[in-house]
């Protein structure tokens, strides 16, 4: 089946540094990629939309200038958590749409935890 | 935009039991309706899906039900068993390169 990889699977970092996540789609290609945010015993809180090649849609109330996001190609969406703060500690899953097919089934990475201090 | 709201929140039932958790969805146009089970600290699973051109859909001990008019779908579980345990999310999609909407998740226990 499709699979979904993350790094780094955790991260701690110090307040004001920059953390970069990366999410790859290892045996498909994804022409949509998705950045979640989940926070302990909730649902998926969906942060942004990216599709390869193009700006990644933010959804309201999530800063676009502190979580960057780039999908250079359609194996590879990264994310980057900018100037962390303690309030940015969470658990940041992306998925993948399979571009074939129906091209609707998301197949999710293993997640990030992120622990900033 | 969609809004998916899931039902009940939690739901314990004996090993053996049937578990039956409910979503409803406010966007008509949505035209897949995918269930995710995510055990503790890791990944959710796609354990279901169902297109809205059909109205059942069933693997094994899993179904689902979608009523297009209602704007109604459920997940149902028979002879539930200890590693059934874990948080179920529905959602709702478009397809395509619009987003996919969860529902709050329920927390499924299953005693055994």
């Known amino acids: 089946g499709a699979v979904v990889s993350q790094h780094p699977s955790w991260v701690i970092c110090k307040s004001g540094t920059s953390v970069k996540i990366e999410c790859r789609s290892l045996?498909?290609?994804?022409?949509?990629m998705f950045w979640y945010r989940q926070f302990p015993k909730q649902s998926l809180m969906l942060m942004a939309t990216s599709n390869e090649g193009s700006k990644a849609t933010y959804e309201q109330g999530v800063e676009k200038d502190k979580f960057l996001i780039n999908h250079a190609s359609l194996t590879l969406s990264t994310l980057t958590v900018t100037s962390a703060h303690p309030e940015d500690s969470s658990f940041y899953i992306c998925?993948?749409?399979?571009?074939?097919?129906?091209?609707?089934?998301?197949?999710f990475g293993p997640g990030t935890r992120l622990l900033v201090l | 935009g969609e809004n998916v709201e899931q039902h009940p929140s939690t739901l314990s039932v004996q090993e053996g039991d049937s578990a039956v958790i409910k979503c409803t969805y406010s966007d008509s146009a949505s035209n897949y309706f995918p269930w995710y089970k995510q055990e503790l600290g890791k990944r959710p699973q796609l354990i279901i899906d169902?297109?809205?051109?059909?109205g059942e859909k069933k693997d094994q001990r899993i179904a689902v039900t979608l009523n297009k008019t209602a704007k109604h779908f459920s997940l149902h579980i028979t002879e539930t068993q200890p590693e059934d345990s874990a948080v179920y999310f529905c959602a709702a999609s478009m397809g395509g390169g619009f987003k996919t909407i969860f529902g709050a998740g329920t927390r499924l226990f299953v005693k055994a």
């Open positions: 045996d498909f290609q994804a022409t949509t």
């Open positions: 169902i297109r809205s051109n059909v």
């Open positions: 998925s993948a749409r399979d571009g074939s097919g129906h091209g609707e089934t998301q197949y």
